[in-house]
């Protein structure tokens, strides 16, 4: 469910989520995988930072395994919530070395909030980005209520999150969402750039700065986030935005 590489010269881990038939969907294995293969990052000193793309050209992540949540209820969702953010999310906002997304393609979701928990997010000129969770009867359950306003401001995160709207590349480079917009065939190149850069600069510096930049978002948030994001999981507009989705077709909310 994941490659993985290592460049020697720019000692960084190459991470790659492996399921392009699906999007690159995050199932609960991508997550588990994902999550082991941080923790013998985080204890193996020459790799010094690392980056996390998707297979493919269509994909980064289009969102969490909507298949495998379907038929969860409130306990399970906030379990859900709450064990991803542990496993996962929070991890990587909180990774010692430097963790940067290669955005390849669609980041939606929870694609989108795996994007927005790594230190540096780069996208190729054609990736879309967007948290289309109100649009299948739910809200961002891996932090993105938390995160996309702090990246973007509360004024375009709820536009974002309200409206369930994609956005292309340039306008997230606009907005301040990714740092830098290539051509896919130079993502790579450009993410490694980046990595080589740390090679100036001291391993317990950058991992304190991770530190001390990330206290300035210290908040309750995520616990609120985890709460109503399971709730709605009782909710019969829920089941009426997966159906939809599965059956191909536009929802019918009441
Ligand atoms: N969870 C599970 N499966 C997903 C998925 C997701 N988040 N996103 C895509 N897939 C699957 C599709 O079900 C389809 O599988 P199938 O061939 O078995 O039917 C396959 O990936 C290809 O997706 P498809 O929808 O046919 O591609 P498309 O090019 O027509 O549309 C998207 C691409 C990204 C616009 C569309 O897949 C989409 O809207 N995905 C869901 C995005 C989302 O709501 N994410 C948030 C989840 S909380």
């Known amino acids: ?14 991470i ?6 699906q999007l690159n969907a995050l199932n609960n294995k991508v997550i588990t995988d994902l ?15 690392v980056i996390i793309s998707g297979v493919g050209d269509k994909a980064f992540v ?7 949540f379907q038929d969860f209820t409130t306990e399970r969702a906030i379990e859900l919530s709450k064990s991803g953010k542990i496993k996962l999310f929070n991890k990587i906002s909180h990774f010692s070395k430097p963790v940067i997304s290669a955005i390849n393609g669609y980041a939606l979701g929870g694609g989108l909030e795996l994007a927005l928990s790594t230190h540096i997010r780069i996208a190729s000129s054609s990736a879309k980005l967007g948290l289309p969770e109100c649009s299948l009867g739910l809200i961002p ?10 990246i973007i401001g509360v004024n375009l995160a709820m536009e974002m999150i309200l409206t369930a709207k994609m956005i292309n590349a340039e306008e997230a480079h606009r907005i301040g969402l990714v740092n830098h917009v290539v ?28 530190k001390s930049i990330n206290s300035c978002y210290l908040n309750e948030g995520d616990d609120v986030e985890s709460r109503e994001f ?7 507009n829920f089941k009426e935005g997966v159906n939809a989705f599965l059956q191909k077709r536009k929802p019918n909310f009441n």
């Open 1 to 14: 469910m994941i490659n993985y590489k290592e460049n020697q010269e720019c000692k960084t881990a190459i």
């Open 16 to 21: 790659e989520i492996n399921r392009p038939t």
């Open 230 to 236: 399971g709730a709605l999981f009782e909710t019969d």
């Open 183 to 210: 051509e896919q065939d130079n993502l790579l190149e450009k993410c490694l750039k980046i990595c080589k850069l740390f090679h100036g600069t001291s391993p317990e510096a950058l991992s304190s700065a991770i």
């Open 141 to 150: 359950g891996y932090s993105g209520t938390q995160k996309l306003p702090q």
């Open 35 to 49: 999550s082991d293969k941080l923790n013998d990052i985080e204890h193996t000193p020459s790799i010094r930072s």
């Open 62 to 68: 289009a969102g969490a395994d909507i298949k495998e």
